[in-house]
């Protein structure tokens, strides 16, 4: 839940609130000041779990196998690279 609410979700909200590129029927609001703090925030707590992944391990959560954690930051990361995100 930490990497969906605090990674993903902020990143979707900058998306959201960065530009109309989905169309002005969906994106309704504009609010570049949000989208910046959303971002930031997303980076702050990637920066996190960039630290609990240094110890080597190739996995999030550790085990044989990915987890839902493992791909909720897998979506974070892909969705970052639209380049209205602009997130490292």
Request: cysteine-free; charged content about 20%.
């Amino acid at each position: 839940n930490r990497i969906w609410v605090h990674i993903l979700y902020r990143i979707v909200t900058a998306f959201h609130v960065l530009h109309t590129g989905l169309g002005f029927k969906l994106e309704l609001t504009k609010n570049e000041a949000w989208g910046e703090h959303s971002r930031k925030e997303a980076l702050a707590h990637a920066a996190l779990v960039n630290q609990h992944l240094s110890d080597g391990r190739d996995w999030l959560l550790g085990g044989d196998e990915p987890t839902f954690a493992d791909i909720t930051l897998a979506t974070a990361i892909a969705f970052s690279k639209f380049p209205v995100n602009a997130t490292p």
